[in-house]
Nanobody
Framework: QVQLVESGGGLVQPGGSLRLSCQAS????????MGWYRQAPGKERELVAA???????DYADSFKGRFTISRDNAKNTVYLQMNSLGPEDTAVFYC?????????WGQGTPVTVSS
């Protein structure tokens, strides 16, 4: 089994930055790719970015240029660097990990962008 723990969310002012972390544990060898999703109040969960085991990345169009996904395989951790945050970025951010036969989600970390 794979377990995911997100951290790094919080309150940030408009225009600010945050870096989210997602640390994986357990059967990490079985993970093919990991991603970040977010769910804003009253909206469906949406993909933000994903990264493969080899480091290839993919972003939803609305996040390109502002958000950067990266991974540190030695720490079994995936990061999401978020810049130029605005109130519309207020959401719960979730990390997920996908293997051949599974998808695992973290518990989510809330991000609030407000002055």
């Amino acid at each position: 089994q794979v377990q995911l723990v997100e951290s790094g969310g919080g309150l940030v002012q408009p225009g600010g930055s945050l870096r989210l972390s997602c640390q994986a544990s357990g059967s990490i060898f079985s993970i093919n790719d990991m991603g970040w999703y977010r769910q804003a109040p009253g909206k469906e969960r949406e993909l933000v970015a994903a990264i493969t085991r080899g480091g290839s990345t993919d972003y939803a169009d609305s996040f390109k240029g502002r958000f950067t996904i990266s991974r540190d395989n030695a720490k079994n951790t995936v990061y999401l660097q978020m810049n130029s945050l605005g109130p519309e970025d207020t959401a719960v951010f979730y990390c997920n990990a996908r293997g051949r036969y599974f998808v695992v989600w973290g518990q989510g970390t809330p991000v609030t962008v407000s002055s």
